[in-house]
């Protein structure tokens, strides 16, 4: 069974930080000398362990610079997607903004994972950026508009549906 932590700036980040040079600097491009930013010190991170208890994902959320609420740096390693990791950690991450009294959460997601996020209640805004050649958009979800119930997005892992996607296809459709 997959799980998840909460991690701050006080834990160790080492799982954290090796997930992220792996995904976004080794498999995606990313320049190693912005992966690690000024907030990572702010963040609240999202920690998920695959169905072998391996570190195997993670987000952060963070108050940017106009006092919004970011999630941000979401990621699951290449071997351990399809198993429902990012649905923990993006649910995790919400449920503590709105835990920490947040009004609206933003993100700033590559163009391939906007319909991820819009399952989660956030909606598209502003024109296409560009963020090291990868095409981004940013989007931003009310927090009364925040689903929480998530989806595993059919891999069958989800409290949702216990099993039964089309139970989560059937709530997904009379919202």
């Known amino acids: 069974m997959i799980r998840g932590k909460f991690l701050t700036s006080q834990d160790d980040p080492s799982a954290v930080m090796d997930i992220r040079k792996r995904v976004f600097v080794d498999e995606q491009g990313f320049s ?12 609240v991170y999202a920690l998920a362990f695959d169905e072998n208890d391996r570190p195997a994902g993670t987000g ?6 106009h006092s919004h609420f970011q999630i ?32 609206a959460v933003y993100i700033g997601a590559q163009l391939p994972v906007v319909d991820f996020y819009a399952r989660y209640g ?15 958009r940013m989007m931003k979800a009310e927090a009364e508009e925040i689903n929480l119930e998530g989806s595993c997005g059919g891999a069958r892992r989800c409290q949702g549906c216990a099993g039964d996607c089309s139970a989560c296809e059937e709530r997904a459709s009379e919202k």
């Open 32 to 43: 190693p000398d912005t992966e690690i930013d000024g907030y990572d010190k702010l963040a």
């Open 60 to 65: 952060r959320l963070y108050i940017d610079d």
């Open 122 to 136: 956030f909606k598209p805004y502003g024109e296409v950026y560009d963020d090291e050649g990868v095409p981004h």
């Open 72 to 103: 941000g740096r979401v990621c699951v390693l290449r071997e351990a997607r399809g198993q429902g990791l990012g649905d923990l950690i993006v649910r995790m991450l919400l449920y503590r903004a709105l835990e920490l009294g947040a009004t």
